[in-house]
């Protein structure tokens, strides 16, 4: 059984102006939301830019926002989001740069991860002079970006550290004697850190990989308050121990 | 090469000129497809707003003392009009849904009770349309 759906997709090329292009596709509805994008892509229009890499959600690369809601298009089904003759409203992810299409700009993301010293991305193998440890990476998290474009406080500020750093940190300081740098507590405990969060949890709602950045960004600031108050009563606080 | 069995429409879309804007404020309201936390955010967002408003109008309202009793005595004449009645109704709504929402994302956001926001915000709803009824039954009747 096929359905022929329709989908509005977001064009954008540098130097041109933004449209949305409409296409219809005959598919399978228990193919994927990337196979029909794919599908344009083969037989209808070359120009149209994407990216994806797994097929499984294990790269995170392909995340888009579809009628709304940010969702990794290689493992959702075209029957979970749309009916026959439906359509799909397909937009890149949110509060990023584009660079074309449906294609943005990970910077943002990348090094937000960088200051709390989960770069990401590190070289294969182990350098002579390599740390243990030094390119670690957020347990869970698969990079997919989903949180920051689904987070309400990052669409109005753009140094907010958003979810997954926040995350991360959170990750950094319950593992056994982990701490964070200097330059990290300044931005993780700053203006632009997790007291900016408004709890609306909308990155635990979508991200696809079960981090539940808003729970930790939560608890960080639990442990934060907790902190404050042994400080506040001279039981001694853990600036010491954030100087380590 | 151009779209073959395709329409084109020309629309903007934030960060497509390949910057982003610097503030998107709307993005706050576009809560339509989203968890029921971001209806929740959209929900305090909204009410401090209009708390905001009604503290300007309110200090407004006030100033007219400065007329002497005339002034004031007319207006407070006028606030007995069932339109403004229906205005202090939407008031307390503002109040009780800032002031019991405020409670649960003061809770969680000290990490308390941080699994049972989406629960706490069903409940505190419920508790709020309880006590706006009865707010409401007192304004119309006093
Ligand atoms: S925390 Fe979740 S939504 Fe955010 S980047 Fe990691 S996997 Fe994606």
Known sequence: MMWTITLKIARYKPGEPARTDTFQVSIDPERTVLDSIEKIWAEQDRSLVFRHACHHASCGSCAMVVNGVEILPCIKLIKDVTKPGGTLIIEPLHNFPVISDLVVDMGPFFERMQIVKMPIVGPA???????????????????????????????????????????????????????????????????HGLWRCHVAFECSAVCPSNVDPAGKIMALRRRMTVERIRHLLGLGSSKKKREK | MPPVDST???????????????????????????????????????????????????????????????????????????????????????????????????????????????????????????????????????
């Open chain 1, 125 to 191: 193998d182990p350098l002579p002079n390599q740390e243990p440890n030094e390119y670690n990476r957020f347990d869970d998290c698969i990079e997919c970006g989903m949180c920051l474009s689904a987070c309400p406080v990052v669409a109005t500020d753009s140094k907010y550290l958003g979810p997954a750093a926040l995350a991360a940190a959170y990750q950094i300081l319950s593992s056994g004697d982990g701490n964070l740098s200097a330059q990290a507590w300044e931005a993780v405990d700053g203006e």
């Open chain 2, 8 to 142: 084109s429409e020309s629309k903007a879309y934030p960060g497509q000129s390949g910057r982003l804007p610097r503030r998107q404020v709307w993005r706050w309201f576009a809560f339509a497809k989203r968890s029921l936390g971001t209806w929740g955010f959209v929900l305090n967002r909204v009410a401090g707003l209009g708390l905001v408003v009604y503290l300007m109008l309110h200090l407004v309202v006030l100033s007219l003392l400065t007329r002497g009793p005339d002034g004031y005595n007319a207006f407070v004449a006028l606030a007995h009009n069932p339109i403004f009645l229906l205005l202090d109704v939407v008031l307390i709504a503002g109040i009780i849904g800032h002031g019991l929402n405020g409670l649960r994302v003061a809770l969680i956001g000290s990490g308390i009770l941080v699994r049972w926001q989406h629960q706490m915000l069903i409940v505190l709803g419920v508790l709020g349309v309880v006590l706006l009824a009865i707010a409401a039954f007192l304004v119309f009747r006093i």
